[in-house]
């Protein structure tokens, strides 16, 4: 029995040591979840993980792209939906601020306030999603300098 505790006890500390190794990415990052990602490296190159946030900023661009698109169409239904789009790619790497203004746009897009009461005005709405759109997109560019610099690319 004792042996089994002391196993556990050093696994606990190896977790410890692991989440430690992962920098502290303030609001912008659940480190939990980022961990997480960081352990299906197979080495220190970063070799899947890198890639992946890579790319999800790749389809950020994209997708805000198409939102200023839906934005001047006044197309809340569109909004919706690439702001369900990029809330769930954001909420999978753990990009906490991406992923809260992502569940904005989708509410509004839905004519629905943040805490789910009927917003009848699409004036509000569109009001509402376009100063979402602006706070992901600096939210966005921020968390890509942070990135940048954990992963050692130069932008």
């Known amino acids: 029995m004792a042996t089994a505790t002391a196993r556990i006890s050093n696994r606990d500390e190896q977790d410890v040591d692991e989440m430690s190794e992962t920098p502290d990415f303030g609001d912008h990052v659940d480190n939990t979840i980022f961990s997480q990602l960081l352990e299906m490296d197979d080495d220190d190159e970063r070799d899947f993980s890198g890639p992946l946030v890579e790319n999800f900023f790749e389809q950020a661009d994209e997708t805000f792209v ?3 698109l839906a934005l001047t169409k006044k ?10 789009f990029l ?4 909420s999978t790497l753990g990009f906490n601020k991406i992923r809260d ?3 904005i746009i989708q509410q509004y897009g839905h004519k629905l306030n943040v805490d789910g009461s009927d917003e009848k005005d699409e004036k509000v709405c569109l009001t509402k999603i376009e100063a979402a759109i602006q706070v992901a997109k600096v ?14 690319k130069a932008k």
């Not at 939210?139 to 050692?152: Q, R």
């Open 101 to 103: 203004s992502c569940q």
């Open 75 to 84: 197309d809340l239904e569109e909004l919706s939906k690439l702001g369900h």
């Open 139 to 152: 939210d966005k560019k921020e968390l890509e300098k942070l990135m940048n610099d954990f992963f050692g």
């Open 87 to 90: 809330k769930g790619s954001s």
């Open 66 to 68: 198409n939102m200023d």
